[in-house]
DNA sequence: AATCTCTTCAACCGCCTTTAG
DNA sequence: GCTAAAGGCGGTTGAAGAGAT
């Protein structure tokens, strides 16, 4: 059908948020609520466009986001959230709550992901060092450490508050529940109560054969009801009415259900049981 | 100390779905 | 039932920080 973009894009903002435009955000939300989301940048005054505006509220302005650093609960959710539902980052924001979808595929690429491919990148780079050194090296991942300009820009914003968190590991590279083979885990869901992160679970190193994917994680992880998730599994996000009006929350009832019958049904009969 | 390389994450882009007229 | 507008979602990008050299 072919649609207009989002905003006609003159003389509109782009870019990172100030602090004064995210007031200008707030207050106006706070006021008049979002009801139309194309209209209410003009009505606010701000040069953005609408879905600017919504991402930036859904994403860092609402008063119900959690900030700071994933729980290694929340990261084993997300992992096994994944395992199921693929790269539908809305829906396994659903079930965590006071997350964005934003905010946990950041996540996923950049910590649990990573986590769940040294063996293939360990395979790649002894190749290449094998063969005289690739350009890119990769160092034990400078994680964590960051949260700079602007990390501060957006903690700026009321609520926003961090802690020091870690997080563990998981596979699975895009999407789709069947298309997820094999993990590793182990080690690290469980154990480590201090999970330093930075270095669990980097692609090379001597450990890196410790993180080779087992079957028989799946096996577990397929085999768990969905009630045993540390993880609340609510049909709508914790977000409340407005999240549940939406039509992906009528999405995740139906993954809900299709997920407890897949769960139930097949698998738990053909893998073993732990 | 300077430069390079890598990592992180906020924000954008464009497609798909839903809703309204 | 059709079309267009709006909302929502996932993929991707690029600026900036931090560690390595």
Redesign the pocket.
């Known amino acids: 059908?072919?649609?207009?973009?989002?905003?006609e894009?003159m003389g509109l903002?782009?870019?990172?948020?100030t602090p004064e435009e995210d007031k200008v955000l707030v207050a106006h939300i706070q006021r008049f609520g979002?009801?139309?989301?194309?209209?209410?940048p003009k009505q606010a005054g701000l040069l953005?466009?609408?879905?600017?505006c919504?991402?930036?509220w859904?994403?860092?302005l609402r008063p119900d986001i959690k900030?700071g650093?994933f729980s290694k609960e929340e990261e084993d959710s997300i992992i096994r959230l994944h395992q199921q539902?693929?790269?539908?980052?809305?829906?396994?924001?659903?079930r965590l709550p006071g997350r964005t979808?934003?905010?946990i595929?950041?996540?996923w690429?950049?910590?649990l992901k990573?986590r769940l491919e040294p063996t293939n990148e360990i395979k790649e780079e002894a190749h290449e060092a094998a063969a005289g050194g690739?350009?890119?090296?990769?160092?034990?991942?400078?994680?964590?450490?960051?949260?700079?300009?602007?990390?501060a820009?957006?903690d700026a914003v009321p609520e926003a508050s961090s802690a020091a968190a870690p997080v563990s590991p998981e596979r699975s590279s895009?999407?789709s529940v069947t298309e997820s083979s094999s993990v590793t885990e182990q080690g690290n869901t469980g154990s480590s109560p201090a999970f330093p992160?930075?270095e669990s679970f980097?692609s090379s190193g001597p450990d890196a054969e410790e993180f080779q994917f087992d079957e028989s994680f799946w096996s577990e992880t397929l085999s768990m009801p969905l009630e045993s998730f540390d993880v609340p599994m609510e049909p709508c996000d914790a977000f409340g009415a407005?999240?549940a009006?939406?039509?992906?929350?009528?999405?995740a009832d139906d993954m809900d259900y299709w997920l407890r019958v897949f769960m139930e049904s097949d698998v738990q009969q053909e893998l073993p049981q732990i």
Not at 245 to 251: I, K, L, N, P
């Open positions: 059908m072919g649609r207009a973009p989002c905003c894009k903002k782009k870019g990172p948020w979002h009801g139309n989301w194309r209209a209410l953005r466009c609408g879905k600017s919504r991402l930036r859904i994403n860092y900030r650093n539902l693929g790269n539908r980052w809305s829906a396994i924001a659903a979808d934003n905010e595929k950041n996540v690429h950049t910590h990573k690739g350009k890119k090296q990769r160092r034990p991942a400078a994680v964590a450490k960051r949260g700079g300009a602007r990390r820009a957006a895009s999407s992160k930075e980097t407005a999240a009006t939406t039509s992906s929350s009528a999405g």
